[in-house]
């Protein structure tokens, strides 16, 4: 899987032998267009790249195609780099603009059309559109039929002189076979009659001009330039590469070796695409999600580690156990379930001080601010084990924030499990007491409450819940009561509950 890049004469001799370096370098790509921001299907595209350069002590490159000038847009450049940042997805060279390739795209055009495996072709739209109601009424598969691919240099002429506009097209006989080994899905064939008749290189242009560039000409051009060893990207793209090896052929390049991945599906075990939601790397960002947790689980949608290995892993761990032949031929069905599974699993792994800074930046925009960092920490620690993506923090912070209102659910329990005599008892505890408030403290109080006045534990902890959260559920109480009596509002929201009472 590797191919010689270079090679040098390191010494010679008249009379002995001469000593070859070869030196291997696998290159790696990828090469997103800047017409939307980055999709996870593109995320993980890059991450199959990146990972098997890494294995192989390659190197990742990024080119944008940017040659859509009317949908390109330079948020988009902006928008997928920084998401690749966000992942973990560095890349070894200078970023390579396809935008600025245009006029060498238009010579290697140039070239095949004086060769003869290229020609002008002026059929109109409302032409191409005609062929393809009859193919439709017919039940045929679309294809052009290369009308114009015999023509004279006079016809052409007459044709240019008319104001008639053209693309120019590779000629692909239909006869002609493709094959290659995929490192994902082994060997693939192809005829050339099921490739839609001869392909489209560039855009309408006036006279004998040549218009801009299309997508398979110029990856083709690039891919060569950059020096790609390894072309790996979705399943969508295999037509693509059938034409694109007659291309490499036709210019006399090195073929790099080609791997398609799986798509990611649905539930319903479709394309995943923007009708399912959330599948721009942004939205999983702003949802909560950690940028390790996405990497590590954008793995395992096509591949998964050895049986012995925890499915929670680095990117460098990935990388040490990744190959694309291991990477499963089926779609990757996105699950929720299991992506919220990973994203707890980093968060709960967390140190105490990097997850305070997420969670204080999650409670700044909600405008709340800890009365210390000491306490910050504290809150931190008691929400770690309950949060399973950044942003529940704040629905978790809130009571402790701000006060709740009290419920008529809240005052029904309270009322007919008489807590006002416990709430009244507690805060007698609290009043009298001269030592330092902390869990060893709360522990004493419900112990002595409990034992003294024969009430139950599990009335006496549900009823300060109440009185404190107005609900019932919630993370651990006497950590939680801890918290609320630093700030003064433990006190404050029993009061609250037996005036009202």
């Not at 433990?490 to 509950?497: A, G, L, Q, S, T």
């Amino acid at each position: 899987e590797h191919r010689p890049v270079t090679a040098e004469v390191a010494g010679s001799n008249p009379v002995g032998p001469v000593l070859i370096i070869i030196s291997l370098e696998n290159r790696l790509r990828l090469a997103p267009s800047p017409t939307g921001s980055l999709h996870i299907g593109t995320a993980r595209t890059a991450l199959f790249n990146w990972l098997y350069a890494k294995k192989t002590n390659g190197k990742f490159l990024i080119r944008i195609e940017d040659t859509d000038i009317n949908r390109s847009r330079e948020k988009f450049t902006t928008n997928i780099l920084n998401g690749l940042k966000w992942l973990g997805l560095d890349w070894d060279e200078d970023i390579i603009k396809q935008s600025n390739r245009i006029d060498i795209h238009k010579s290697m055009i140039k070239q095949l059309l004086d060769k003869g495996l290229a020609y002008r072709c002026f059929t109109t739209e409302e032409e191409s559109e005609k062929l393809r109601e009859e193919q439709k009424e017919m039940r045929l598969p679309p294809k052009h039929d290369n009308r114009h691919r015999n023509l004279t240099a006079n016809e052409i002429d007459k044709y240019i002189s008319e104001g008639k506009t053209s693309v120019i097209r590779f000629k692909i006989e239909e006869d002609v076979e493709i094959e290659w080994n995929d490192l994902i899905r082994g060997e693939i064939q192809w005829l050339g009659k099921d490739l839609g008749g001869d392909m489209v290189l560039s855009r309408r242009a006036n006279g004998y001009e040549i218009g801009e560039p299309l997508y398979n000409l110029a990856v083709v051009v690039d891919d060569n330039f950059m020096n790609i060893t390894h072309v790996v990207r979705g399943e969508d793209h295999i037509s693509n590469t059938a034409k694109q090896i007659l291309l490499y052929k036709a210019l006399g390049f090195n073929l790099p070796s080609f791997s398609h991945t799986p798509l990611i599906l649905n539930t319903e075990g479709k394309k995943l695409s923007k009708r399912d939601s959330v599948t721009s790397i942004d939205e999983f960002k702003d949802m909560g999600y950690l940028p390790e947790a996405m990497s590590n689980y954008m793995a395992l949608l096509g591949w998964s580690p050895n049986k012995d290995q925890e499915e929670i892993l680095s990117l460098d761990q990935i990388a040490k156990n990744f190959n694309l032949k291991n990477i499963n031929k089926s779609g990757a069905k996105f699950n929720w379930e299991k992506l919220n599974w990973v994203n707890a699993q980093y968060i709960k792994s967390m140190s105490r001080d990097e997850l305070h800074k997420l969670f204080k930046e999650c409670w700044e925009k909600e405008g709340w601010s800890s009365p210390s960092e000491e306490w910050g920490l504290k809150l931190t620690c008691l929400a770690q084990d309950s949060v399973t993506v950044i942003n529940d923090v704040v629905y978790l912070s809130k009571p402790f924030f701000e006060t709740p209102e009290i419920t008529d659910d809240a005052l029904n329990f309270l009322k007919s499990n008489d807590s006002k005599t416990i709430l009244k008892l507690v805060l007698g505890y609290l009043n009298n007491n001269k030592k330092i408030f902390n869990n060893n403290l709360a522990k004493e109080i419900l112990n002595s409450i409990s034992k003294e006045h024969g009430i139950k534990k599990g009335l006496l902890m549900r009823s300060l819940r109440m009185s404190f959260f107005r609900c019932l559920n919630g993370p651990d109480l006497i950590e939680s009561w801890e918290l609320l009596s630093l700030i003064g509002e433990d006190n404050k929201r029993i009061r609250e509950f037996l005036e009202v009472l």
